[in-house]
Nanobody
Framework: QVQLVESGGGLVQPGGSLRLSCAAS????????MSWYRQAPGKERELVAR????????TYGDSVKGRFTISRDNAKNTVYLQMNSLKPEDTAAYYC???????WGQGTQVTVSS
């Protein structure tokens, strides 16, 4: 059974940093691209970042380019999202996603506020 479990969210001040983790199980993690999405209240879910199976190529949403970094550790079946220079508009629930199985994690809340 494909399972994705996010962690690492929380409350942080503007300009601060957080690192999200997504632990995957139930499938051959190292074979598949992975993505992070986010959804703020009243807004559509949007792509934050994606990474290829081997980690050699990454893509970012325009609003996070230069501030967020996606990475993965295939030995640990985990994908990460390092978020720096956080802004209040980054406040959202963040979700891990594996496209090939169309499976989402339960999400982790990130709140950026002073």
């Amino acid at each position: 059974q494909v399972q994705l479990v996010e962690s690492g969210g929380g409350l942080v001040q503007p300009g601060g940093s957080l690192r999200l983790s997504c632990a995957a199980s139930g499938f051959a993690f190292s074979r598949y691209p992975m993505s992070w999405y986010r959804q703020a209240p009243g807004k559509e879910r949007e792509l934050v970042a994606r990474i290829t199976s081997g980690g050699g190529s990454t893509t970012y949403g325009d609003s996070v380019k230069g501030r967020f970094t996606i990475s993965r550790d295939n030995a640990k079946n985990t994908v990460y999202l390092q978020m720096n220079s956080l802004k209040p508009e980054d406040t959202a629930a963040y979700y891990c996603y594996v496209p090939q199985y169309n499976r989402w994690g339960q999400g982790t809340q990130v709140t950026v506020s002073s």
